[in-house]
Structure formats: C-alpha cells, structure tokens
C-alpha cells in the first residue's frame, strides 16, 4: 500500500534491510511493508553472537591523521573505518546509521523476547509484539507447513477463468502487500493539504527499477538473466516443472519490461508535479476499457471514490494494453511469483533463501541472510511499531536527549532565518514567503503524543505468513480509511526504533525518531560542537528539504503552490544546477556515476543542512562562551563540528550495494556526503587553516542555502 506522502530521508533507502527494493517516491508504506517481507529468512533461530556497542561521537579510531584534511577530509575523518569496521557477512555496508541501527535492534530483540515469552498477564500489546515474533521465529512450524499456508491464495490464483476477475484478485493480493501490476494508497491531496485522497501509481515490477530493463551493458544484461533464473526457481519450488517455469519466467519478464517502458523512471518521480494528475474517477476508468475497477476498490476494502491522483496516466493504458495481450496463464505465474517474493520470509527455507539470493546476494552483494532474531525482530517493528516503539521508547529514550533536541532544532531553524536575510539572490517578496513557510514547519521529536491502536489486529502464536498478511491488511485499511477524512498531524510516518530522520512536504514537519536521537549522532558524552556536526546536520538536511528542488514547490501549508517570482526561481535553478554538476562528476563504482539529477535534493540538503548546523553551532558558541581556540583531543571546535559531520557517513560498502544505490536511491553514497558538501562550506578551510585552491577549498564552489 501506498501512503502518498513524500518522505525525505537521511539514511540510504535500501539499507536497513539489504535488499536493493527501489523505493517509489510516493510509497513510504510500501517500503516497510515490502523490506519487512522481502528481507526474511529462516536459517538458525539463533540468538545475538556479538553483543553490538554504539560508535562514539567523536571516534578518532576512524581517523587517519596521516592525511592532509585539506587534500581529502572523507580521508581524514574515516580513512581507517573500513579497516577496522569490516563488513559483517550479513550486512550490505557498515556505517553509524548500520552500527546503531544493530544496537537497535538488540534492544527490540530484548523486548520482544521477553514478551514472546510472557503469560496470560501480557498486555494487549504484549501479546500481539510477542506473538508475532514468536511465531516468525518458529522455523520448525514454517518448514513443517510448507506451502499450506499460502495455498488458499494460490488456488484463487489458480482459479481464474477469464480476465474479468483480475480486479477483484489483484485488490485481494495488494492489500496483503502484494506488488501486483500497480499501486493505490492514499495521500495528502498536493493542491490541498487539507485534504486526503486517493492515489493510483505504476508498480508491478521485480526488478529495482524500469532501467534495470532497458539499459544496455553486461552487468545489466546479467542481472537479466539472473533475475529470469531467479524467478524460474521461484516458480519451480512452488511446483512448477522446470521447462515451464522457465518458459513462465521469460513471459513474466516480457511483461515486466512493457510496464516498465511505460514507467517513470526514480529521477522524474522526484517532481510533484509530474506525479499530480487529480481527476474524476470516469477519467482515469475511461482510460482502461472493460475493466471493473470498482471491483478492485471494494477488495482493497478502499471507499468509492470520486476522483483519485492519477500519478502515472501514461503507465495505465499500457498496462491494461499488455494484460489484454498476455497469456492468461502468463498472468497466472506472475502474480503467483510476486505473492511468492512476498511471502518468503515466512514460507520454508527454501523459498527464503532463493528470495534472499536475488535480492540480497545478487543485488547488494551480501553473503549471507542476516539472522533471524534479526529479521523478525524488524518484521515485528514493521508490522506493530508503534506497540513496539512505546516499549522501546520507555525503556530506552533518555529525556534529556528530548530537551537537547528542542535546543538544537530551535538554534537551527533560527540560523535558517537569518541564512533567508542574509542570501543575496531571493528577492524581498520570495524571502518573506520564505519565512513563512520556516515559522510552519512542525518539529517532531522522539515518538508520537498518541500511540497507535491495534486492537482490530489478530496476531497469533502459531502463525507467521498470516500474521504477516493480516499486519498488512490492517495498515492497508487504515491508511484507505482516511481518504475523505481531516488529517492527522500528530501522525508519524516512522517507527520510534528507526536510525532515520523524515522532512515531509505535505505536512511540513520535520521527524526525529528516538532511535537516531543516540551515539554516534547525538552522543550525550561529547561537547556541544561534535552533536552540532552529528545530529545537527542531520537536523538542518530535513530543514532544508523544505527548500529543496521539491520542497520549494510546495508552500508552508503543505501545497503544491508557486510561491517564488520567476526571476528568484531562475537563480535558484542555476544554484541546483551547480550541485546537480558537482556530484554528477563522481564516479561511484566502475563506469558509475552518481545521478546529480536523482540526488539532488538529497545533496542540497546535505549542503545547507551542514551550513545550518555551522551558523547555528558559532551562535551557540558564543551564547555559552565557548573559546574556539581551544583543543580538545588535539582539535579546536569548529575541527570537531566538521569531524562530526564527516563521521556521519564514515563507511565500508559492498560494491554491489553501491551500484543498486547509486541507480535507485536519491542519496550519494556515504563517501560522497562528505567530500560534495564539504567543498561547498564557507567556514571549513578557516576551520583547518587549508588555502584556497587546494582540493577541499576550490576556487568555485555551489551554493543554494
Ligand atoms: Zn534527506
């Protein structure tokens, strides 16, 4: 399901889960959901071998003093990181997010451990988290089922005689989180706020991405067949013959590429406005001939609506074109593969393992399944986060990290302020609007003021796939329930647990999950300049996606409304183009480069978010009289903030991983958060005393905030 919101995030997408899913711009939802199933294996229902520690804020093991930090400050700051971080075999990468996100889980583990293993006295609460993970761990129970569970669906699947009955099935299949031909949600209406709506996008593929079908080259070539091979076996294990499996594979990849053709790619999802096209419900089914869609809308249990956002019209004649054109058998194998790919981590081995080596091994060069104490403990947070989240926020969320939060977000949004008064390219109309837009933004910080009621939500003991399935009924409802309803704002679109952080246009809030609000990025243990460069860029980065290529777009109300004058958009526009450029130039891994398109909002976030926290931490300096002279540790300060900043993303990455990462997600890999914005800081060479013109400083640098 689809939650329609456009989420901004500091983490890289695919990372908590090690599967190099590509993330839709309008389908936050849909990650948690799809991550929570993808992800899942079953090997030993082992226990933690190692128990996981944070990174410190300020971690001089990482450091490699050898290296001039005017030259290369990613050096400097991280040089020894990948050696004495080495990438655990069931990890895509190691960096702070991957290191706390561990710690993290540890601690859900914990808790769900215990509550798995309580009496009739648990809560409600209790019973649901524990039950789910307990039944998600019973690996025993999942092989000695077999396909049992799943046989239901297969057989409606099965069933169809006629393509009249694809509605009604494909809604069945969505609303348990299947990825089956395209995507419905809900979403805060762009032009309206105020307002929530329904939204329909192009979905259905197996692979990452629409230009995982279309480029050309060998590597992409390969993971072609490897993903035919991949969904052969898929079909094989499920007790198709070899021949006509792979005879289903090749049909089902045929199909794929038409909608992929069709497909907007990753970098023109980013503007709202190619994903905007609200109209009436006749309009977008006058687009599908003889298909009932109301029929698909009463299986997804969605409302009758009126009008919907159409946020792809050119995916869906193509779609219904190539489904009046297939096979009806063709569709039968494809929907039965992706309720498979679905369903894996909760099906034996066998099925689990075939998913993880695709999406895993093959896409993001993992060796090995993370545990499965791992992977259910996330499963558990994916599905009852918020009943997780409360007992994780309690045993685990200090209160004085709250109220340094509140410091740190105030001092930054009132460096934003005077950054609007002090640029010299905004005119005096757009900078008013501008700060308009800064006094609405919302802070969130922590956990949400009412926690989610779960109630309705069947959770048993002895029953993985289906709580899985029920889990995802239940979100999809809920999120289908608010169409045509006031919106919440105190709603959180993460769970508390999460290493990640949130900017959401619509609303016009920036969101700080407990779970990052610790060591590495806010270390309660170190000086206000560490935090500052730590936590504080990652605060000033969802600030400034506010008025990013996309945020600019929308006003403080939430709506997609253009509130610049011609003349400062021109400027801003040569401002991101010099961004967009900048990283353009990195090669990320062989022949890659990073898409300076794909990921510019992401670095024009990085780039002001850092300068926010900067002009912030010298007004916080002065405030306590701090002596910028002095040194610490060796390094005065302001050598500390940009440490901080840097060590955000120290990091050790499978190369697979960064090729997924570079082609699906909006963020620059690790590395180059770094070096691009630390080029573009105006305090950084006073900072280390570097004179312009030497690799750090150059003599023309980018800057929008
Ligand atoms: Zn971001």
Redesign the pocket.
Same mark, same amino acid.
């Given at each position: 399901m689809l939650s329609g919101q456009i989420l901004?995030?500091?983490g890289h997408a695919g990372r908590r889960v090690g599967i190099g899913m590509a993330i839709a711009l309008v389908s936050a939802g849909a990650w948690t959901a799809g991550v929570a199933q993808q992800g899942k294996v079953a090997t030993e229902p082992g226990i933690p071998a190692e128990v996981y520690v944070p990174i410190p804020g300020f971690d001089k093991t990482s450091m490699d003093m050898a290296v001039n930090p005017c030259n290369d400050f990613y050096k400097f700051a991280c040089g020894k990181f990948a050696a004495n971080h080495p990438i655990p075999a069931d990890q895509p990468d190691v960096d702070e997010f991957y290191a706390l996100y561990n710690v993290n889980t540890q601690s859900l583990n914990g808790i769900l451990k215990k509550a798995a293993a309580g009496g009739a006295d648990r809560s409600p609460d209790e019973q649901k988290i524990g039950d789910y993970y307990k039944a998600c761990m019973n690996t025993d129970a999942i092989e000695a089922k077999g396909l049992a569970p799943l046989q239901p669906l297969l057989d409606s699947i099965d069933g169809i005689t006629s393509k009249d009955q694809l509605p009604a099935l494909v809604g069945e299949l969505q609303r348990m989180g299947v990825n089956a031909f395209f995507g419905f949600g809900e979403q805060q209406d762009f032009k309206d706020a105020t307002k929530q709506i329904a939204i329909v996008v192009q979905g259905g593929l197996g692979l990452p991405e629409k230009d995982y079908y279309l480029r050309t080259g060998a590597k992409d070539e390969t993971i072609r067949q490897q993903y035919v091979a991949h969904v052969t076996k898929m079909l094989t294990l499920a007790g198709s013959s070899p021949e006509q499996a792979l005879k289903d594979a090749q049909a089902i990849m045929s199909f794929e590429t038409a909608l992929a053709k069709a497909s907007l790619s990753v970098t023109d999802m980013r503007d709202p406005e190619n994903i905007y096209h609200l109209q009436p419900i006749a309009t977008f089914e006058a687009n599908m001939p003889g298909v009932d869609f109301g029929k698909f809308l009463d299986a997804m249990h969605s409302p009758r609506v009126g009008e919907l956002n159409n946020a792809t019209p050119a995916f869906f004649p193509v779609m219904v074109k190539e489904v009046d054109a297939a096979d009806l058998k063709t569709l039968k194998a494809y929907m039965r593969y992706q309720l498979l790919t679905t369903s894996a981590g909760r099906l034996p081995k066998r099925f689990d393992a075939e998913n993880f080596d695709f999406y895993g091994r093959i896409l993001n060069g993992q060796p090995e399944q993370a545990p499965r104490w791992k992977r259910c403990s996330n499963s558990v947070n994916g599905a009852l986060g918020e009943a997780l989240g409360k007992v994780y926020v309690e045993q685990y969320f200090a209160g004085d990290s709250k109220a340094k939060m509140v410091q740190m977000v105030g001092d930054i949004e009132a460096a934003m302020g005077r950054d609007i008064d002090q640029i010299d390219w905004m005119s005096p109309a757009t900078k008013v609007r501008a700060k308009e837009k800064l006094h609405d933004v919302a802070n969130k910080i922590g956990y949400p003021d009412k926690w989610r009621d779960y109630s309705k939500l069947e959770i048993r003991p002895d029953d993985a796939l289906g709580n899985a399935q029920r889990a995802d009924q239940f979100e999809n409802d809920r999120q289908l329930a608010k169409i045509g309803k006031p919106v919440d704002h105190s709603e959180w679109g993460m769970t508390p647990p999460e290493v990640n952080a949130y900017y959401n246009s619509s609303m016009n809030d920036i969101n700080f999950p407990a779970g990052i609000l610790q060591p590495a990025f806010y270390d309660p243990k170190q000086d206000d300049a560490v935090n500052y460069g730590h936590i504080g860029a990652v605060i000033g @980065?969802?600030l400034t @996606?506010g008025f990013d290529d996309e945020g600019k777009k929308f006003d403080g109300k939430g709506n997609l409304d253009d509130w610049w004058t011609a003349e400062d958009t021109k400027k801003f526009v040569e401002r991101t183009d010099c961004v967009a450029n900048e990283y353009g130039s990195f090669v990320a891994v062989d022949d890659v480069k990073v898409n300076g398109k794909l990921t510019l909002g992401?670095n024009t976030?990085d780039n002001g978010g850092l300068l926010l926290a900067y002009m912030a931490y010298m007004d916080r300096a002065k405030k306590e009289g701090v002596d910028l002279a002095a040194k610490k540790d060796g390094f005065t300060p302001l050598q500390h903030f940009y440490i901080g900043y840097a060590q955000n993303y120290c990091e050790n990455s499978r190369p697979e991983l960064i090729r997924t990462q570079v082609l699906t997600d909006p963020h620059s890999p690790d590395h180059f958060r770094v070096t691009g914005a630390i080029v573009n800081q105006p305090g950084f060479a006073a900072a280390f005393g570097c004179k312009k013109g030497s690799p750090m400083v150059p003599v023309n640098s980018c800057r929008v905030w």
């Amino acid at each position: 399901m689809l939650s329609g919101q456009i989420l901004r995030i500091t983490g890289h997408a695919g990372r908590r889960v090690g599967i190099g899913m590509a993330i839709a711009l309008v389908s936050a939802g849909a990650w948690t959901a799809g991550v929570a199933q993808q992800g899942k294996v079953a090997t030993e229902p082992g226990i933690p071998a190692e128990v996981y520690v944070p990174i410190p804020g300020f971690d001089k093991t990482s450091m490699d003093m050898a290296v001039n930090p005017c030259n290369d400050f990613y050096k400097f700051a991280c040089g020894k990181f990948a050696a004495n971080h080495p990438i655990p075999a069931d990890q895509p990468d190691v960096d702070e997010f991957y290191a706390l996100y561990n710690v993290n889980t540890q601690s859900l583990n914990g808790i769900l451990k215990k509550a798995a293993a309580g009496g009739a006295d648990r809560s409600p609460d209790e019973q649901k988290i524990g039950d789910y993970y307990k039944a998600c761990m019973n690996t025993d129970a999942i092989e000695a089922k077999g396909l049992a569970p799943l046989q239901p669906l297969l057989d409606s699947i099965d069933g169809i005689t006629s393509k009249d009955q694809l509605p009604a099935l494909v809604g069945e299949l969505q609303r348990m989180g299947v990825n089956a031909f395209f995507g419905f949600g809900e979403q805060q209406d762009f032009k309206d706020a105020t307002k929530q709506i329904a939204i329909v996008v192009q979905g259905g593929l197996g692979l990452p991405e629409k230009d995982y079908y279309l480029r050309t080259g060998a590597k992409d070539e390969t993971i072609r067949q490897q993903y035919v091979a991949h969904v052969t076996k898929m079909l094989t294990l499920a007790g198709s013959s070899p021949e006509q499996a792979l005879k289903d594979a090749q049909a089902i990849m045929s199909f794929e590429t038409a909608l992929a053709k069709a497909s907007l790619s990753v970098t023109d999802m980013r503007d709202p406005e190619n994903i905007y096209h609200l109209q009436p419900i006749a309009t977008f089914e006058a687009n599908m001939p003889g298909v009932d869609f109301g029929k698909f809308l009463d299986a997804m249990h969605s409302p009758r609506v009126g009008e919907l956002n159409n946020a792809t019209p050119a995916f869906f004649p193509v779609m219904v074109k190539e489904v009046d054109a297939a096979d009806l058998k063709t569709l039968k194998a494809y929907m039965r593969y992706q309720l498979l790919t679905t369903s894996a981590g909760r099906l034996p081995k066998r099925f689990d393992a075939e998913n993880f080596d695709f999406y895993g091994r093959i896409l993001n060069g993992q060796p090995e399944q993370a545990p499965r104490w791992k992977r259910c403990s996330n499963s558990v947070n994916g599905a009852l986060g918020e009943a997780l989240g409360k007992v994780y926020v309690e045993q685990y969320f200090a209160g004085d990290s709250k109220a340094k939060m509140v410091q740190m977000v105030g001092d930054i949004e009132a460096a934003m302020g005077r950054d609007i008064d002090q640029i010299d390219w905004m005119s005096p109309a757009t900078k008013v609007r501008a700060k308009e837009k800064l006094h609405d933004v919302a802070n969130k910080i922590g956990y949400p003021d009412k926690w989610r009621d779960y109630s309705k939500l069947e959770i048993r003991p002895d029953d993985a796939l289906g709580n899985a399935q029920r889990a995802d009924q239940f979100e999809n409802d809920r999120q289908l329930a608010k169409i045509g309803k006031p919106v919440d704002h105190s709603e959180w679109g993460m769970t508390p647990p999460e290493v990640n952080a949130y900017y959401n246009s619509s609303m016009n809030d920036i969101n700080f999950p407990a779970g990052i609000l610790q060591p590495a990025f806010y270390d309660p243990k170190q000086d206000d300049a560490v935090n500052y460069g730590h936590i504080g860029a990652v605060i000033g @980065h969802e600030l400034t @996606h506010g008025f990013d290529d996309e945020g600019k777009k929308f006003d403080g109300k939430g709506n997609l409304d253009d509130w610049w004058t011609a003349e400062d958009t021109k400027k801003f526009v040569e401002r991101t183009d010099c961004v967009a450029n900048e990283y353009g130039s990195f090669v990320a891994v062989d022949d890659v480069k990073v898409n300076g398109k794909l990921t510019l909002g992401e670095n024009t976030a990085d780039n002001g978010g850092l300068l926010l926290a900067y002009m912030a931490y010298m007004d916080r300096a002065k405030k306590e009289g701090v002596d910028l002279a002095a040194k610490k540790d060796g390094f005065t300060p302001l050598q500390h903030f940009y440490i901080g900043y840097a060590q955000n993303y120290c990091e050790n990455s499978r190369p697979e991983l960064i090729r997924t990462q570079v082609l699906t997600d909006p963020h620059s890999p690790d590395h180059f958060r770094v070096t691009g914005a630390i080029v573009n800081q105006p305090g950084f060479a006073a900072a280390f005393g570097c004179k312009k013109g030497s690799p750090m400083v150059p003599v023309n640098s980018c800057r929008v905030w």
